[in-house]
């Protein structure tokens, strides 16, 4: 038999039987478009996460309170012990060092912001003016918080626009006075909207001097303090001049986590790359069942075609030509399944998409290449016994059967 032959006895046979030929062709498309699907949204919400870190900004030092104590970055690294607490003192210490070009302390807690009868939950942040650089974020009506001592618990606050959308409507928000908890504070300014980031948005936020929300939530203590390097390339001398600052007012002990966003972008990068290629290996069983059933009802295709296997061998095919004629046919199968589960797993990530659109949910080229290529072989692999018990039929029996 020529390839010709082989090729057009192969699809003849596919047509010939198309309530089978389909749902061979639908099991491979599903678990192609499984396996699309579900790396689409893996890898596009790593994408998400290192992108959402991205925009800390590239020469960011993040400063914890308590040791992390397996050197290493992980999700731990934001929950961690507190054995002795970060201050504003702290904080003017670090901004000293050389290689600092500027810092942002955080003092964060929950309270109520109320104007006019109207009454709503808040998340204040108490930090100082660079903040606003550190985290490239902008103003859209009056001003950020003025620049003056860490220790100033000045009467004023930056709100977010979903705040000032839900108390003041179309009214002007710069210059009202408001409360936030028993303090009365003034609105100097009304930060541009910013959407959704990873725990917090700024559109909900209540912005004031970090020694306001000290003297608010009657604390002297930091959440956090962001530290910007000059530039990238000082990043890690810088980290170091930190370090032995907190470690000469720490009495010789570093009992504080230093996080800088390579570590953060790298740590979540390989963690939710894993996971993606975790859940296409899961997704990928199902490719596993598919070839089952492309064995199984191809097993009873060669019963079926007995005769025609028969005639074939008595007109002189060889046993490699039946075999290769049936591995040609699961080929068909298994390709004609994978494209259409390469178009319905784009259909998917779409649909993903659309429902969310800061997912950039894109199958990555690895996991298309990959679904492809496992189904093919997965065909391939399974169409092996059908093709070798149709090889080893006897011709005489064959027709004799027929």
Same mark, same amino acid.
């Given at each position: *038999?020529? %390839?010709?032959?082989?090729?057009?006895?192969?699809?003849?046979?596919?047509?010939? +039987? %198309?309530?089978?030929?389909?749902?061979?062709?639908?099991? *491979?498309?599903?678990?192609?478009?499984?396996?699309?699907?579900?790396?689409?949204l893996g890898d596009g919400a790593r994408r998400y996460v290192v992108g959402e870190f991205a925009s800390l900004g590239a020469n960011l030092i993040?400063?914890? %309170? &308590?040791? @992390?104590?397996?050197? &290493?970055? @992980?999700?731990?690294?934001?929950?961690?012990?507190?054995p002795r607490d970060l201050t504003v003192n702290?904080?003017?210490?670090?901004?000293?060092?050389?290689?600092?070009?500027?810092?942002?302390?955080?003092?964060?807690?929950?309270?109520?912001?109320?104007?006019?009868?109207?009454?709503?939950?808040?998340?204040? /942040?108490?930090? @100082?003016?660079? +903040?606003?650089?550190?985290?490239?974020?902008?103003?859209?009506?009056?001003?950020?918080?003025?620049?003056?001592?860490l220790g100033r618990a000045s009467a004023v606050a930056v709100i977010g626009d979903k705040i000032r959308r839900e108390l003041f409507g179309a009214e002007a928000a710069v210059g009202r006075m408001v409360r936030v908890g028993d303090t009365r504070l003034r609105v100097i300014g009304v930060m541009a909207p910013a959407g959704q980031g990873l725990g *917090?948005?700024?559109?909900?936020?209540?912005?004031? %001097?970090?020694?306001t929300a000290q003297a608010m939530f009657n604390t @002297?203590?930091?959440?956090r303090i962001m530290v910007e390097a000059r530039n990238r390339e000082a990043l890690a001398p810088a980290q170091r001049q930190l370090e032995d600052i907190l470690r000469a007012r720490r009495d010789g002990e570093l009992d504080v986590t230093l996080i800088t966003q390579d570590a953060v972008l790298g740590t979540f990068d390989r963690i939710l790359g894993a996971l993606t290629m975790g859940v296409a290996g899961i997704a990928a069983i199902s490719l596993a069942v598919?070839?089952?059933?492309?064995?199984?009802? *191809? /097993?009873?295709?060669?019963?079926?075609r007995t005769g025609e296997i028969g005639l074939l061998k008595a007109l002189g095919a060889t046993a490699r030509d039946i075999r290769f004629a049936f591995l040609t046919e699961a080929a068909l199968l298994s390709i004609a399944g994978a494209l259409v589960g390469y178009g319905l797993g784009h259909l998917g990530?779409?649909?993903?998409r659309l429902a969310y659109p800061v997912l950039p949910a894109w199958p990555p080229d690895w996991a298309v290449a990959a679904g492809l290529g496992t189904a093919l072989g997965t065909g391939l692999l399974f169409g092996v016994l059908p093709a070798r018990r149709a090889a080893r039929l006897d011709p005489v029996q064959a027709l004799a059967k027929r």
């Open positions: *038999m020529t %390839p010709a032959d082989t090729l057009r006895f192969a699809t003849r046979a596919a047509l010939g +039987y %198309p309530l089978r030929t389909s749902l061979m062709v639908l099991a *491979m498309a599903i678990g192609v478009a499984a396996v699309v699907v579900l790396t689409a993040i400063v914890l %309170p &308590g040791r @992390n104590e397996t050197g &290493g970055v @992980n999700a731990g690294s934001f929950i961690t012990s507190t702290d904080a003017a210490a670090l901004l000293r060092a050389p290689l600092v070009s500027r810092i942002a302390p955080l003092s964060v807690g929950n309270s109520e912001i109320s104007v006019g009868g109207r009454l709503r939950d808040v998340m204040v /942040l108490g930090t @100082n003016a660079d +903040y606003l650089d550190i985290r490239q974020y902008s103003v859209a009506q009056g001003r950020f918080l003025p620049r003056e001592d *917090m948005t700024t559109d909900e936020l209540v912005m004031v %001097p970090v020694a @002297n203590t930091l959440f598919a070839g089952i059933l492309v064995m199984n009802v *191809m /097993l009873v295709a060669v019963t079926q990530a779409w649909g993903i």
